[in-house]
């Protein structure tokens, strides 16, 4: 009885800390939409860049186009993201 106790102690005690430790995924607009008619518009926009998007689109009846989310956001406050390559057409 006394080591049930102890487990179902540690189990808990496991379960507050990976609960209490965990953050939320940090939301992220990609620059690229995939367009066509399999996905529609805005599309399947995950593309950090126009060439990933392209090479994506060939060989389907699709096409990319900048993320409306990203174009019409207002400009950010601060510095640049320094994760984005803004010289990548």
């Given at each position: 009885?006394?080591?049930?106790?102890?487990?179902?102690?540690?189990?808990?005690?496991?379960?507050?800390?990976?609960t209490a430790g965990s953050s939320p995924a940090a939301a992220f607009?990609?620059?690229?939409?995939?367009?066509?008619?399999d996905t529609g518009i805005p599309g399947d926009c995950s593309y950090r860049s126009y060439g990933e998007c392209m090479a994506t689109a060939s060989g389907r009846d699709a096409y990319c186009n900048i993320n409306p989310r990203v174009a019409f956001d207002p400009p950010r406050r601060g510095w640049p993201n320094p994760n984005y390559n803004y010289n990548n057409y």
């Open positions: 009885m006394r080591h049930a106790i102890l487990a179902i102690g540690v189990l808990l005690a496991t379960g507050v800390a990976m607009d990609y620059p690229y939409c995939l367009q066509g008619r």
